[in-house]
């Protein structure tokens, strides 16, 4: 699944480019699954959100974790479970973020 990269123009600096690069992220990804067939949605979801460079590269996941402000050293709300890594948390702020977004705004999609 190809998803539009804009990581070259990203201001890592600034918290509110921050949020408005991964709301684009979300869009995107929202419409891409709308317009393909996806059978697992839920699942595809995983993969995708799984393979986006916010949670691959530490830097830009240790960015989502300071701008959505989650310390590192709390419970995960969906595990209860002690974070691991910064990676971790990037996966479950855009993984809520996008699931959220499909749910109020594809209704034909279902998770």
Request: aromatic share 14%; net charge negative.
């Amino acid at each position: 699944m190809e998803t539009i990269n804009k990581i070259d123009n990203r201001t890592w600096d600034n918290p509110y480019k921050v949020k408005e690069d991964i709301q684009e992220w979300i869009i995107d990804v929202a419409e891409e699954m709308n317009t393909s067939n996806y059978d697992i949605v839920y699942d595809s979801i995983c993969e995708i959100v799984d393979s986006s460079e916010y949670v691959i590269y530490t830097y830009q996941a240790k960015r989502i974790s300071e701008v959505y402000e989650i310390d590192p050293f709390s419970k995960s709300e969906v595990t209860g479970e002690n974070y691991n890594s910064f990676n971790e948390i990037a996966y479950e702020v855009l993984h809520d973020m996008l699931a959220e977004y499909i749910t109020k705004n594809y209704p034909n999609i279902e998770l």
